[in-house]
């Protein structure tokens, strides 16, 4: 007895284009069993191995520690950690996605070259 089957065809087609295009936008799939570091809204921050994803950037992440903010200034961190374990972040929340190991530097390309 399950409904919504026959009306929603149309909606098929244009999900496949918008998850394509988000996709396109953050390819998260080089990260999978490698450790992530996330920044939320509200300035928690929190560090695991990646686990899985969605178009939307909730992601599933394992062994995760979460690292405490100072109480006197909440957008500074601390020495202590948590240990969380296996966590779903919602993607709503997430401000920023960086590996732990390291980043790579590239040029600004937003700066024009100044001749002189």
Do not use: H, W
Not at 18 to 32: A, F, N, P, R, V
Not at 33 to 38: A, E, G, N, P
Not at 53 to 68: A, K, Q
């Amino acid at each position: 007895m399950a409904s919504g089957g026959g009306g929603g065809g149309g909606a098929g087609k244009m999900a496949d284009k918008e998850k394509k295009k988000k996709e396109s936008i953050l390819d998260l799939s080089k990260y999978i069993d490698k450790t992530i570091r996330v920044k939320f809204q509200g300035g928690r921050e929190a560090s695991g191995v990646l686990k899985g994803f969605d178009p939307l950037l909730n992601l599933v992440l394992d062994g995760t520690i979460e690292y405490m903010r100072d109480p006197d200034d909440q957008f500074k961190l601390t020495e202590d950690t948590r240990q969380l374990g296996l966590v779903v972040c919602r993607g709503t929340s997430v401000v920023l996605i960086c590996p732990q190991d390291g980043m790579e530097a590239i040029p600004n390309p937003f700066i024009q070259q100044q001749d002189g």
